[in-house]
């Protein structure tokens, strides 16, 4: 009779912890790549989804580091309550871990500015820009609009990520439609931007949205590899104790992340 391994109760928290945030991830990276300005709320559940993934996995990787410091035994629930939510900070917290273990994890200032700015932008939706709506609607709001946020972030992506003949074509080709029913058409449409857009815009900004958002995946695919190794570089640690391993390995919960362009610009669904 083969018996059932008995794995430490922190084992199947942090097992539970990696669907959660897996999860998260890749449900709020689905909702990115199908978001558009005729169908806003999937902006909204990519930003609640991905900001709760990144902060999860950041507390999943100090919890481990704790760990490996301190014979297996899991911080204290005070300890966790002073990282916070601030994902920048998290990500710092992070690169402290991997410059003292000798890891390679880079700093957020490495990224280029449109990565900066993604990341900001999920940041402080997590911390308040996602109770914009309600807030302007009863007092007096210091956040950004976060869909603003987004329509500025795409307008920069746009120029710097895709070749303007790709652009053009779709100028072109959404002109030309536009042309045979505009005399006697009509539609009421509000942009990212809250502008009332144009017949031209309603057919232009999906189609430019869409080539934009492809690009975003990529970068936030590429945000997050680095994520994927030093969890692996972590769990290769623990598992060089003896005894049961008090924690499963956390990388694979992330075995879909490959910043491989070409998979990523055409795929749709993730994982």
């Not at 080709?173 to 029913?181: K, L």
């Not at 994927?228 to 049961?244: K, N, S």
């Amino acid at each position: 009779m083969v018996s059932i391994p008995n794995f430490p109760a922190s084992h199947r928290l942090l097992e539970q912890e990696g669907h959660l945030f897996r999860m998260c991830l890749t449900s709020g990276l689905t909702a990115l790549r199908a978001a558009g300005t005729h169908d806003k709320g999937k902006f909204y559940s990519a930003l609640f989804n991905i900001s709760i993934g990144l902060e999860r996995i950041c507390k999943s990787i100090v919890i481990i580091d704790r760990m490996l410091a301190n014979s297996m035994t899991p911080p204290t629930e005070k300890e966790m309550r002073t990282l916070g939510h601030n994902l920048i900070t998290l990500h710092g917290s992070v690169y402290e871990i991997a410059s003292r273990r000798h890891f390679v994890f880079p700093r957020l200032d490495q990224s280029d500015e449109i990565t900066i700015a993604l990341i900001q932008l999920i940041d402080d939706f997590a911390r308040g820009s996602r109770y914009h709506n309600l807030d302007s609607l009863t007092s007096k709001t210091t956040t950004e609009d976060p869909l603003h946020v987004w329509h500025q972030i795409l307008a920069e992506v746009l120029k710097k990520d895709l070749r303007p003949a790709s652009v053009r074509r779709i100028l072109v080709r959404v002109h030309e439609a536009v042309a045979t029913i505009e005399n006697n058409s009509i539609a009421i449409v509000t942009g990212l931007d809250g502008r009332s857009l144009s017949l031209q815009e309603i057919f232009t900004e999906p189609a430019l949205q869409d080539m934009a958002l492809k690009h975003v995946v990529l970068r936030l695919i590429q945000f997050l590899s680095p994520y994927r190794d030093i969890l692996g570089d972590l769990c290769r640690q623990v598992y060089g104790f003896r005894g049961m391993p008090p924690i499963p390995q956390m990388q694979e919960f992330l075995e879909w992340v490959w910043d491989d362009p070409a998979y990523v610009l055409r795929k749709r669904c993730w994982p």
